[in-house]
């Protein structure tokens, strides 16, 4: 199979339209059998439920070339059980599982003229979302709803290295204590936008969210979970109820006890706390972990002794150990690799 002729080393993350996605229906209490289109339009009713009242869900995961050539995903079993979780929060019919991972496959495998190749650092991000789509005008949830997913391939997420980044204490929330915070909706995201703006002009990279209802606890970021490493080398991340279940972050803590022999911990954590750790990422899909080198609370500066050059030792392996594994260069735990074949 020849490659696109993209200079794989300069895209960014953004739409590079693909050649194939897909796409699947549900009515009258069923879904369809789903089929992979050229389409890459919605045209949708004026009154669609998505449309009216946000009745959609989404997920994202990539698909690499390992060094050895072939085409792998990262525990798309994952992303299909939380989509399925964040489906029936709003009251969507659920994706069945075992179709989202075939989808996957066959979505990837028609465009694996776009999986960029090993050591370029670049991916094929996949996204795979469904929504509403009847008319809806009285609030309530919709009859009928569309499953699609795309790809499309995205550059390195650090070039020239990973610089740490430095963030802000909101004052806005991300999520309320029995809300919509644990499930990937992209209502989460609507109302995260004008806070991230905010902080961007402000000059900070990200935002630090708050538990909403005490604001003393560490919550997440609008689209990545914290993880920090304690001066005896504990990495710890915060719990709770309305954080998004990042599969890196479930996946780093794996890698963290049984490659690296570090003690974890899974726990609430304390913004009181933070100036006592000697690391701080932020991990999601996108970049694995990006290194916090700063946190800025109302004017006080969190610094951490990692600095503001590099990414502190201990994230450093982790970020090395995870992303070995997604490349094929260290051996997987069972079932974490799923090889997409091409011929
Ligand atoms: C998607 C997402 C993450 C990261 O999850 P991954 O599964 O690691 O990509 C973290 N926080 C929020 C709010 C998210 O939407």
């Known amino acids: 199979m020849e490659k696109k002729n993209i200079d794989w080393s300069s895209i960014g993350f953004g739409y590079i339209k693909t050649d194939k996605r897909y796409v699947s229906n549900y009515k009258n209490g069923a879904w369809d059998e ?3 289109t050229d389409d890459a339009n919605v045209v949708l009713s004026e009154c669609a439920g998505v ?5 959609t ?4 995961l990539k698909a690499y070339t390992t060094e050895d050539g072939r085409i792998v995903c990262f525990r798309p079993d994952l992303n299909a059980s939380r989509m399925a979780d964040s489906a029936k929060r709003l009251e969507m019919p659920a994706f069945p599982e075992d179709r989202f991972v075939k989808a996957v496959e066959e979505t990837v495998r028609a465009n694996a003229a776009y999986v960029p190749p090993y050591g370029s650092g670049a991916t094929l991000y996949i996204r795979p979302y469904m929504f509403g789509s009847n008319p809806v005008i009285g609030v309530k949830p919709a009859d009928e709803y569309q499953f699609r997913m795309f790809c499309t391939p995205v550059g390195p997420y650090f070039k020239g ?19 919509t915070g644990h499930i990937k909706a992209g209502l989460n995201y609507a109302m995260s936008l004008h806070a991230i703006v905010t902080a961007h002009q402000e000059g900070y990279d990200e935002n630090m969210y708050l538990d909403a209802a005490t604001r003393t606890k560490v ?5 990545a979970n914290f993880i920090f490493v304690t001066k005896d080398g504990t990495v710890v991340t915060p719990k709770s109820n309305s954080i998004l279940p990042s599969i890196t972050r479930r996946s780093l803590m794996v ?17 009181d706390e933070v100036k006592d750790f000697a690391e701080c990422g932020l991990c999601g899909t996108a970049a694995v972990i990006s290194p916090v080198g700063k946190i800025v609370d109302h004017g006080k500066e969190i610094c951490f002794p990692s600095g503001m050059e590099k990414m502190g030792p201990v994230i450093q392996k982790l970020y090395d150990t995870l992303t070995g594994i997604q490349m094929g260069r260290i051996e997987a735990p069972e079932g974490w690799i799923k ?3 091409v011929d």
């Open 219 to 223: 919550e997440e970021t609008g689209g």
């Open 34 to 36: 789903g089929t992979l």
């Open 57 to 60: 869900v989404f997920e994202g």
């Open 255 to 271: 890698v963290a006890e049984k490659y690296l022999g570090l003690k974890v911990e899974h726990r609430e954590v304390y913004f």
């Open 51 to 55: 449309l009216q009242y946000a009745q």
């Open 339 to 341: 090889e997409i074949k």
């Open 161 to 179: 290295g990973a610089k740490p980044i430095t963030i802000k204490v909101s004052d806005f929330d991300r999520a309320a204590p029995h809300g």
